[in-house]
């Protein structure tokens, strides 16, 4: 399994009481015939921060209902704390939920949805209080306590939920989608509220989203899932530098899909042919002369014009689109065989000005180009 | 914005016919009933010289001569006119007897033509020496008058005018009320118990299964309410389907049969069957629209299946709760016909006795004054829930 050879591959902690949370061949299959999910392998560490991230109809909310025991794997099994939590009901599994859209209880204050998990708990009337008031101030929500749901604003409504999510102190919690609600720069200034209150509290949290920035922003590590199955467990860093599979090249920031054909393999390396050119790219799939590739290059390696002899890799190709954006220039180019070969080109002091229609060359280092595996561009 | 209001105006224009059709065929006839609870000019139209004569009357001992004097005309004068009828059971309702006092007297005062008047009614009828007599005469000769009300509670008027309470064996009115309220409630609370949890199996289940479920649910208000009520004679009666498994299985000897209809049995039994969807829809309607994140979260959170139920769904599913009880309650009040086809005599309700008083008695002052206090009844309920839980959140689908 490519997800559990990047586990590996990012030193996970190796005694085995560092480890949380396990997924172990997990599979789930609704209507018997067509997989939401599988075989699923994931260690979380105590403490540890990871996101699911993909796509809708990923499988990423269903492996965390079954997480939090709304629903059962078809087959294989999920530990908490190394036993196994099947039978196990939602209640008895002490996780804390961020819910989409909150679930904050309408018909109860802010106080009372607080309260809620320790009441049913038997906690003492007073100790109730003392810990919902703290939840508050971890929040920063105080003063707030008389309020309804429906007379809080978005974020605030957010900040509840994860305040309940924790009061009763769970060392595991749970966040589907907690952000999706929320306009962008309420989103951003959530996950630092989120990245504070993780350092603060140090529990252990399974972060769902389809933001692969807001993954990105948030997470010590993230499995990129795409139709119930994983394609690549990482860190953020290595999922943006050094993508395995192609899919997760294109889903993690901007990236130049070039399909291609292996000419010739030479350890490490290999050569392809992609439209008209040849270019050497590093063999990240397993692939052998005329097998066919999918090459992945960020816009941010692509150089224009550069000087002569400072790459190995070298293309021509012709302007169709100068766009200024700022911090740099968004460049589409007809190369390779490919009509949108995107580079940014950095607005620094001599940047040598491109225009459309401009017959450029383009290069970029060996190894910012890696051959993963074949997938037909979409569009 | 003026583009709005004309949208406005144009969709209240569009409402307009409605409005009038309910004026005419709703509005205006309730009001008029209403104003009969408490105008009542039968015998003031008649007999206006008697009322005003013993309305000088000091009502000690026998009334004036004079009014003696009109009386006897006017009841001769309403005897030609063929109105002496409708005099006569006027003064009926307020005093027993009092018809063939009239009819009588009218008869025989055709041939007096001259006084002295009480002498002569005193031959007539011994009744007409008899103060109560007159007090009843003056009682009725109220042009507006609340004794249809006091009558509809139990109450009369004694002849030195303070009220009391009818004697034991005769309150007809507010045991039937009581009866009815309480019947109404335990309709209520039945259709509540069993229609709760299949307004929550409906609200859970797929849409295909729940429209099934739906469907069914609404069968009773596709079918004839004569259908359904013979379908329940067929059943619940004496040699019916119901006795007949009871007897076949031994739970009661043929000699026991169950009386469960032509009583209170077959009123609740079949008014609940015919209420129920009034109960599940706005139950459905609340149930459909939680969603099913509220239970989980409140799993998640530690509650058990009961305790989330209680503090969290049940709560939630209150405005749904009270639509559909007082929606059943307030239809169980004004029933009327599946209690006068399966209720036999003990399982009438106040309905049937408005019936009664409309179509055979015709007595139709008190008719409305019952009707009248089964609104206020009814308002004060609605009133009661708003202070409660608020008619903004009635959750009437």
Not at chain 1, 11 to 40: C, L, P
Not at chain 1, 94 to 104: D, E, H, P, R, T
Not at chain 1, 315 to 340: K, P
Request: glycine share 10%.
């Amino acid at each position: 399994m490519i997800g559990s050879a990047a586990d590996k591959g990012t030193g996970e902690g190796s005694g085995a009481e560092a480890v949380h949370v396990e997924f172990e061949d997990v599979a789930k299959s609704y209507d018997g015939r067509t997989m939401a999910v599988q075989g699923f392998d994931l260690r979380v560490r105590r403490g540890e921060f990871v996101t699911l991230l993909g796509p809708s109809g990923s499988g990423k909310t269903t492996i965390l209902t079954m997480l939090a025991g709304f629903q059962a794997p078809t087959s294989g099994v999920i530990r908490i704390d190394g036993s196994r939590v099947d039978d196990l009901p939602p209640r008895r599994r002490g996780i804390g939920m961020v819910f989409q859209n909150y679930a904050l209880f309408p018909h109860m204050s802010v106080e009372e949805n607080l309260a809620f998990p320790l009441e049913v708990r038997g906690l003492a009337r007073a100790e109730c209080r003392e810990r919902v008031g703290s939840a508050l101030r971890l929040v920063r929500l105080e003063g707030l306590e008389k309020r309804r749901p429906g007379q809080l604003s978005g974020g605030q409504q957010q900040r509840v939920a994860i305040a309940r999510a924790l009061v009763f102190e769970p060392s595991l919690v749970l966040m589907d989608e907690p952000l999706g609600a929320l306009d962008r720069r309420l989103r951003e200034e959530m996950q630092y509220e989120i990245r504070r209150i993780h350092r603060e509290l140090a529990v252990t949290v399974v972060y769902v989203t389809h933001d692969q920035e807001e993954a990105m922003v948030l997470s010590e590590r993230i499995a990129v899932l795409r139709a119930g199955a994983v394609e690549q467990i990482a860190g953020p860093e290595a999922l943006y530098e050094e993508p395995e599979r192609s899919f997760v090249a294109d889903f993690i920031g901007e990236n130049n899909h070039l399909d291609g054909t292996v000419i010739a393999v030479d350890g490490d390396f290999c050569e392809v042919e992609v439209g008209r050119e040849r270019v050497r790219a590093l063999r990240i799939v397993e692939c052998e002369p005329g097998d066919r590739v999918t090459l992945s290059i960020r816009p941010e390696r692509v150089a224009v014009n550069p000087d002569p002899g400072l790459y190995q890799n070298q293309v021509g190709g012709t302007i169709r689109d100068v766009a200024f954006v700022g911090d740099h220039l968004r460049v589409r180019m007809a190369a390779c065989g490919v009509s949108n070969l995107v580079a940014k080109i950095p607005n620094v002091a001599g940047h040598g000005g491109v225009l459309v229609g401009d017959t450029v060359r383009i290069a970029w280092t060996v190894t910012d180009c890696r051959a993963l595996n074949f997938e037909p561009m979409q569009d | 914005m003026s583009h709005q209001s004309r949208e406005r105006r144009r969709a209240v224009g569009l409402a307009l016919p409605l409005l009038l059709f309910i004026v005419v065929t709703f509005v205006a006839p309730l009001a008029a009933m209403l104003v009969r609870s408490i105008h009542d000019p039968a015998v003031v139209d008649a007999l206006p010289e008697t009322i005003s004569a013993l309305e000088g009357w000091d009502g000690q001992g026998l009334p004036p001569e004079e009014a003696f004097a009109a009386m006897a005309r006017e009841l001769v004068d309403a005897r030609a006119d063929r109105s002496l009828g409708k005099v006569a059971s006027a003064l009926n309702r307020v005093q027993g007897g009092l018809r063939s006092v009239v009819s009588r007297s009218a008869r025989s005062l055709e041939g007096v033509s001259e006084g002295p008047w009480r002498e002569a009614m005193a031959g007539v009828h011994e009744a007409w020496s008899d103060p109560t007599t007159w007090h009843a005469v003056l009682a009725a000769g109220q042009r507006f008058t609340l004794r249809h009300y006091l009558g509809a509670l139990d109450m009369r008027r004694l002849p030195d005018g303070s009220l009391a309470r009818q004697p034991e064996d005769r309150r007809i009115y507010l045991p039937l009320l009581w009866r009815t309220l309480a019947v109404s409630a335990s309709i209520a609370v039945i259709c509540l118990v069993l229609g709760y949890p299949l307004a929550h199996l409906i609200a859970i289940s797929p849409p295909g299964r729940a429209n099934l479920l739906l469907a069914l649910v609404l069968v009773p208000f596709w079918t004839s309410l004569l259908v359904r009520t013979t379908a329940w004679i067929v059943l619940l009666q004496r040699q019916g389907v119901v006795n007949d498994l009871l007897a076949a299985i031994g739970l009661v000897g043929e000699d026991g049969r169950l009386a469960l209809i032509y009583n209170m049995t077959g009123t609740v039994v079949a008014m609940t069957h015919v209420l129920l969807p009034f109960m599940v829809l706005p139950l459905y309607s609340v149930m459909h629209g939680i969603p099913p994140q509220y239970m989980r979260a409140a799993s998640s959170l530690g509650a058990r299946p009961a305790q989330a139920f209680a503090r969290v769904y049940w709560p939630l599913t209150l405005p749904g709760v009270g639509a559909g009880t007082l929606l059943v309650f307030i239809l169980a009040i004004g029933y009327y016909i599946t209690p006068a086809l399966v209720g036999g005599s003990s399982g009438q309700l106040i309905s049937n006795m408005v019936a009664y008083h409309m179509q055979t008695s015709l007595n139709w002052g008190l008719a409305a004054a019952l009707g009248g206090i089964m609104l206020a009844g009814v308002l004060a309920l609605y009133v009661l829930y708003d202070r409660l839980v608020g008619v903004e959140r009635l959750g009437l689908g």
